[in-house]
């Protein structure tokens, strides 16, 4: 399934500019950005239910530009799940198989043994209110499966479902997904579910693709300074200086850095991760503060104007206010343009 250079614009707001994207046959690819960014407009636009200001959609070779979206082959699953409430899961999932005409006991059929994969055998003679929140989720996904449709389409499927469902849905349609090898564009404001889901995730922007790539890749070669402070929880520290002879200087401090180029306005990006609390470290400053996390702290540090974050060990206790060196393998870190954001290499 293609976007070729899709552009969008509701009146004089333009939400998609050039947008280009190819989902590989089979693959599980997460469009992943900020709220606003324009995921569910892609999607939207994807499945016809908006129509584009330019460009083309294709699925595999047939252009579906103009093409109703009903006569799309794709099936989507919405965030709220919009189930009919006066309907069991049974005639909710059948709906479609309904919609096409097909005999009660071939629907009957195909109900089964999508709902055994999704495991809602025992509950198809519910209603939706009888269902927790993860029951319905899984509903939605059975009434989408059950057209068989050549795209799925998913929109924050997962995000009204608290932290722990999330976590297990997650791992549910991971295994689904592999199983049944639909390809799948997903949407998510959820870095963590982007990275652990997708094939390969396209993090957007305002609108404008940042890079599309594996999620190894993404977090361990970030295409900009936007990808890089988007990925990684906590986020990347960035130190601005200026850059030079392989050396980044700011206020109050001088770093070594990966790249021999020289910058008036130079950023170098190190994670938390790849920092540690180290005497004789490349940077000093003051622990301003120490939170436990469970397997390990973080500490907040202040260095000049930068504050910095570096992971820790669990049971790090050093006191708020004492000064501290840190230390990072300069292999470890990114240098961006600090006036573009691009990547300096
Ligand atoms: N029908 C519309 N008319 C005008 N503007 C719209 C319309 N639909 C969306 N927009 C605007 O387009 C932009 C992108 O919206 P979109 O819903 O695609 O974002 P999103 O990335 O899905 O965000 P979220 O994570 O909050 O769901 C927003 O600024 C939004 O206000
Ligand atoms: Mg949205």
Redesign the pocket.
Known sequence: MTFDHLG?R??A?E??RDFNLQVQPGEFLV?L????????????VFAGL?TASAGRILIGERDVTNVLPKNRDIAMVF?SYALYPHKTVAENVAYPLDVRGLPKPQQHEQVLAVAKQVQLDGLLDRYPRQLSGGQRQRVALARAMVRRPSVFLM??PLSNLDAKLRGHMRAELKHLQQQLGITTLY???DQVEAMTLAHRVAL?DK?VLQQLDTPARIYNDPANLFVAGFIGAPPMNFLRGALSGGWLEGAGFRVPTPVTASLAEGVLGIRPEDCRIADGGALQGEIYAVELIGDHTLVTLHIGTHKLTVKGAKDFDQAVGRRVGVAFDPGAAFVFDGATGARVR
């Open positions: 969008k509701f009146g707001v939400v998609l469009l950005g900020e709220s606003g960014s324009g995921k569910s407009t892609a999607l939207r908006e965030q929109d924050e949407v998510t404001h957007l609108g």
